[in-house]
């Protein structure tokens, strides 16, 4: 698949910093983005068809007892599929189970014709495709941030160098997922986290981190809060602490409670 770059400008942080968060979380799960391909099958192709559904039950029966990610392929030749699922680190079981049936039920709906789909959410990663993609990093993105949300202009360096430290970092984590937070010489702190597929190797993870830098540099340069979504990697960036302290679904115990924050 060629590389593609998508920048594109929201205001779905600011809506999500004006509700109340659930218990256990410093935000919600929504909807970030999604990529279908055109209409590639028929009603009639049956075989791909039940191919993918099969492929869908088997990514949200496994990926919480596999630590988060699933990657598997059903079937043969002409309708085979290849798919995988990824959720973010610190979510706990019930929530990345919840995730990975939204993110299906997005895809059945709004991909339905295609043979391949990329749908992301706040909480977990969904791609499917019938030609195989496990191992190979790609450039898809996108960034996400708000035309108002600008930083101060002391803390741009710090933050971008505080990202930069963490897409150096998180690449070695066990699971290639790290959070961190940033004692601005302001004061405050700052937050991030990123994280990668882990169908990639721990090298292409930090060269797809370091890339999200490099494209959006301009878009989130200047810009208090921000997310960057992709094929193999994804970092999140913001002012207040918006993850859980553990990794709760690597645990399996309850997560600590997070004060509301508007």
Same mark, same amino acid.
Request: hydrophobic share 35%; with cysteine; glycine share 6%.
């Given at each position: ?18 509700? &109340?968060?659930? =218990? ?6 929504? =909807? ?6 055109? %209409? ?30 699933? +990657? ?13 699922? &990824? ?53 898809? %993105? ?25 897409? %150096?970092? %998180? =690449?070695? +984590? ?20 990123? +994280? ?61 409670? &997070? =004060?509301?924050?508007?």
């Amino acid at each position: 698949m060629k590389t593609l770059i998508i920048s594109f400008v929201a205001t779905l942080l600011l809506i999500i910093c004006s509700i &109340l968060f659930f =218990p256990c979380f410093g935000d919600t799960n929504v =909807p970030r983005g999604l990529q279908c391909s055109e %209409a590639d099958y028929s009603v009639n192709e049956d075989g791909f068809h039940t191919n993918l559904k099969t492929l869908m039950d088997s990514l949200a029966a496994n990926v919480v007892s596999h630590d988060g990610f699933y +990657q598997t392929q059903v079937g043969e030749k002409a309708n085979k599929v290849y798919g995988l699922i &990824l959720c973010r680190g610190d979510i706990a079981a019930d929530g990345c189970t919840n995730c990975t049936l939204d993110s299906i039920k997005v895809a059945s709906e709004d991909c339905s014709r295609s043979k391949e789909a990329w749908i992301w959410f706040r909480w977990c990663f969904l791609r499917y495709s019938n030609s195989s993609f496990f191992g190979v990093m790609e450039n898809t %993105a996108a960034a996400i941030t708000n035309d108002t949300d600008f930083e101060d202009p002391s803390v741009v360096s710090e933050g971008f160098s505080f990202m930069s430290g963490l897409s %150096a970092t %998180a =690449p070695d +984590q066990i699971y290639m997922f790290q959070t961190a937070i940033l004692n601005v010489s302001q004061g405050g702190k700052r937050y991030g986290m990123a +994280q990668c597929t882990r169908d990639i190797n721990r090298r292409d993870c930090e060269r797809c981190l370091n890339a999200q830098l490099v494209n959006f540099r301009m878009t989130i340069g200047n810009k208090r809060r921000w997310e960057i979504y992709g094929s193999n990697c994804f970092m999140w960036y913001n002012d207040y602490r918006f993850y859980s302290n553990v990794s709760t679904l690597l645990s399996g115990e309850s997560c600590d409670l &997070l =004060p509301n924050h508007h």
